[in-house]
């Protein structure tokens, strides 16, 4: 398992690429946030999900339990061709 951590200041986000951390930006009214995270696997990349806090409504859109400290998301998430898991309560669990 891997710890996500929040990051308030994205531009810090991106100078550590810490695995697994994550930015959460609110994104217009009503259209949910956007979370951009470092893949738990340690390969450097930045991705990006559009969650919400209700069902999602559309595709790839994530449903978020709102938390910034422990947070989760539904359904799992797939990193490129290289990572799949499940955000679960602040970590991540690869499959
Ligand atoms: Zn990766």
Redesign the pocket.
């Known amino acids: 398992m891997i710890r996500a951590i929040n990051f308030d200041d994205f531009k810090k986000l991106q100078k550590l690429k810490t695995p697994g951390s994550f930015h959460i930006k609110k994104l217009g009214a009503n259209s949910g946030w956007d979370f951009w995270y470092y ?1 738990p ?3 450097g ?1 930045l991705g990006v999900l559009t969650v919400g806090l209700t069902k999602p409504t559309r595709l790839l859109c994530w449903e978020w339990n709102g938390s910034y400290s422990e947070p989760t998301l539904d359904p799992f998430v797939s ?2 061709d ?2 799949f898991g499940w955000l679960h309560n602040g970590y991540w669990n690869a499959v």
Do not use: L, P
Request: proline share 0%; net charge neutral.
């Open positions: 893949c696997c340690g390969c990349q990193h490129g290289h990572w």
